[in-house]
């Protein structure tokens, strides 16, 4: 069974700081990860997909690493600003219509 | 870009009532839609799948009589909490995605609806 795990669950940084944000999977056989972004009280919005066999993506200030073999992906957010505090979700897709959640990270990026 | 609405935002209704929320697909065909309930600081729960004309998958533990999915349209789901209780109170999300891009392609999400039971 799929168990999806993001660690920290809560990080408060200063503005400009570089940071990194932690999801790990139990099962390494999954299609694709994603990265989303939530912020509080509204649905998801995704912010990178990183297909199996890539290892990493890019898009803008944030960049997303895949290690499949070992059940690793990393979000680095470069220069955080104070728009960037929400909600960090990493989800898998393993097949069968279902993706799998991880807790998130809650992120608060102080002015 | 794919664009997912989901209606109503808040509901507050009282107990024993029934609450319907939309999810409608704006740009794309969704063949397959999905309903999440989010706990507070908690994670999303996968409750059903929804696919287009067929009757919707539960996730074991989600009671399909209390929480009533109908995928008549490629561009709209329906769930329909019956009999709301207070305990039914949380933000429930609907995603969505076109056939055959499960494995190349995002996933959609609607803005969610926070439904409270009084």
């Known amino acids: 069974k799929q168990e999806v795990t993001q660690i920290p669950a809560a990080l408060s940084v200063p503005e400009g700081e570089n940071l990194v944000l932690n999801c790990s999977f139990t099962d390494s056989a999954i299609y694709n990860l994603q990265w989303f972004r939530q912020d509080p009280g509204k649905g998801l919005t995704s912010l990178l997909l990183i297909q199996s066999s890539q290892r990493e993506q890019t898009s803008g200030r944030l960049n997303a690493s895949l290690d499949k073999s070992s059940g690793r992906s990393t979000l680095y957010i470069a220069a955080s600003q104070p728009g960037d505090s929400a909600t960090y979700l990493c989800?898998?897709?393993?097949?069968?219509?279902?993706?799998?959640f991880g807790t998130g990270t809650r992120l608060k990026v102080l002015a | 870009g794919a664009v997912v609405s989901q209606h109503p935002s808040r509901v507050i209704c009282k107990s024993g009532t029934s609450v319907k929320i939309e999810c409608r697909s704006l740009d794309f065909q969704a063949t397959t839609m999905f309903w999440y309930r989010q706990f507070p600081k908690k994670s999303l729960m996968l409750m059903a799948t929804?696919?287009?004309?067929?009757?919707?998958?539960?996730e074991q533990g989600v009671e399909k009589d209390k929480f009533l999915i109908n995928h008549a349209s490629l561009t709209l789901s329906t769930l329909t909490v019956t009999s709301a209780h207070p305990e039914d109170s949380s933000f429930y999300i609907c995603s969505a995605s076109a056939q055959g891009e499960f494995r190349n392609s995002p996933l959609h999400f609607g803005n969610g609806t926070r439904l409270t039971v009084t």
């Open positions: 929804s696919n287009e004309g067929s009757k919707a998958t539960y």
């Open positions: 989800a898998v897709y393993s097949g069968t219509y279902k993706y799998i």
